[in-house]
Nanobody, 114 residues
């Protein structure tokens, strides 16, 4: 059974930083693209960042230059380093394994106060 477990969310002031982690079990990890998405109240879920098995990355325009996605294949873990956080970054952040059928974590809340 594939499981994705996020951690690292919390409450932070604007301008602060957080690092999210997503630990994957039950699946080969290194060959799959991993991603982070987020969903704010009343809004659709949106893609934040992707990282391929080879380490290529893509970011939403709204987070470029502030967020960094990375992975540690030895630990089956993907990270999202978030710097210079803004109130608009407030959302539930979800980890995703991109496969023929995607797998998702349960989400972790990030709240940025102004």
């Amino acid at each position: 059974q594939v499981r994705l477990v996020e951690s690292g969310g919390g409450l932070v002031q604007a301008g602060g930083s957080l690092r999210l982690s997503c630990a994957v079990s039950g699946s080969i990890f290194s060959i799959y693209t991993m991603g982070w998405s987020r969903q704010a109240p009343g809004k659709q879920r949106e893609l934040v960042a992707l990282i391929s098995g080879g380490g290529s990355t893509n970011y939403a325009d709204s987070v470029k230059g502030r967020f960094t996605i990375s992975r540690d294949n030895a630990k089956n873990t993907v990270y999202l380093q978030m710097n210079n956080l803004k109130p608009d970054d407030t959302a539930v952040y979800y980890c995703r394994m991109v496969r023929s059928t995607d797998y998702w974590g349960q989400g972790t809340q990030v709240t940025v106060s102004s």
